[in-house]
């Protein structure tokens, strides 16, 4: 839990007053992941921390923001939405952790860990486009996608099923999981790029996240809370792409066991399988340039 990535040269962007200030927060988060390990803190001091971090973030983000305007970049109305969402509810509500546990040591370093996770995400997905480097485009950079993508399946997993996810084989070849159900779902991004993520979930694992749906006391599935829990998982992974369209999760999007086999057999850069307490999480994906989106659209309903 009180482990964060540290800076390291691939988050540079190449914008220099960018870069350092990423640094200095990767810095600043460091020194409070240590003063909280080390427990002889107090409050003042945690505080007083936690403001400076927060101050800073929201400089950068300002700073961040003029740059983006000053070099016309195509995608500042959603970068800024995405920096207004984190300022607005992520950190509202990890303040209110804070607040609620009277800065103890293990608050602060959730808050830490998360927001050092954010950036991170953040910085190899959304900042990388900035200087027009996307994340997911080239196969033959998976070795440094996968640590981004467990990071965001990890949130995932313990946002939805509260437990944690790890990667288990970074070449998963379609092997059966148990009882498993699954679900595919696609995204447009940014330069008429298709996205299709594939999931596969054992089911022991998915009725923990039905046993948390309010008023839920059932111990079977239907498949309404299927599609809902799966909803949930897609919603949340979704954010590791620059989505422009999200098609509606419909009952056609669940597959059976078989049709997992054959949609799989197309081909997936991205083979991941996680395992969990509860059991195993798929997560696949592929891409493709869409030629005609109405052509396309219709060719995936008769699939």
């Keep these: 839990m009180t482990e964060i990535i540290a800076w390291d040269d691939k988050f540079n962007i190449g914008v220099e007053a960018v870069d350092k200030a990423h640094a200095k927060l990767f810095r600043i988060m460091k020194k409070l992941i240590e003063i909280s390990k080390e427990g002889a803190a107090n409050q003042h001091t ?16 300002a700073e961040e923001e003029e740059y983006m305007r000053s070099i016309r970049y195509g995608g500042y109305a959603r970068h800024k939405r995405i920096h207004d969402n984190f300022r607005d509810k992520t950190l ?23 927001l050092n996770n954010w950036l991170a995400e953040h910085i190899m997905i959304e900042d990388q486009a900035i200087v027009g480097r996307d994340f997911g485009r080239k ?11 467990s990071r965001a399946v990890n949130r995932t997993t313990s946002e939805v099923f509260q437990t944690e996810a790890k990667l288990f084989n970074s070449e998963y070849k379609g092997q059966n999981i148990g009882k498993g159900y699954y679900c595919r779902q696609f995204y447009d991004v940014e330069g008429g790029v298709r996205f299709q993520i594939l999931l596969g979930v054992e089911e022991a694992l998915l009725l923990r996240g039905v046993s948390r749906m309010p008023g839920n006391t059932r111990s079977e599935l239907a498949e309404e809370e299927i599609l809902h829990i ?3 998982l897609f919603s949340s992974l979704s954010k590791l792409f620059r989505v ?3 098609y509606e999760l419909e009952k056609n999007n669940l597959l059976t066991r078989e049709k997992f086999r054959r949609d799989f057999m197309k081909g997936y850069p991205c083979s991941l399988l996680y395992s969990t307490k509860l059991g195993y999480f798929v997560f696949c994906y592929r891409s493709w340039r869409i030629k005609s989106q109405k052509a396309d659209a219709e060719g995936e309903k008769k699939d």
Aim: net charge negative; no cysteine.
């Design 230 to 232: 799966f909803s949930e």
């Design 139 to 149: 196969s033959n950079s998976l070795s440094s996608q996968i640590p981004i993508i």
């Design 92 to 114: 509202v509500s990890l303040k209110k952790d804070l607040e609620l546990s009277n800065y103890s040591s293990s608050a602060v370093q959730r808050f830490v860990v998360t």
């Design 46 to 61: 945690y505080r007083e921390g936690i403001k400076y971090l927060d101050a800073y973030s929201m400089t950068h983000f």
């Design 244 to 246: 422009e369209t999200e």
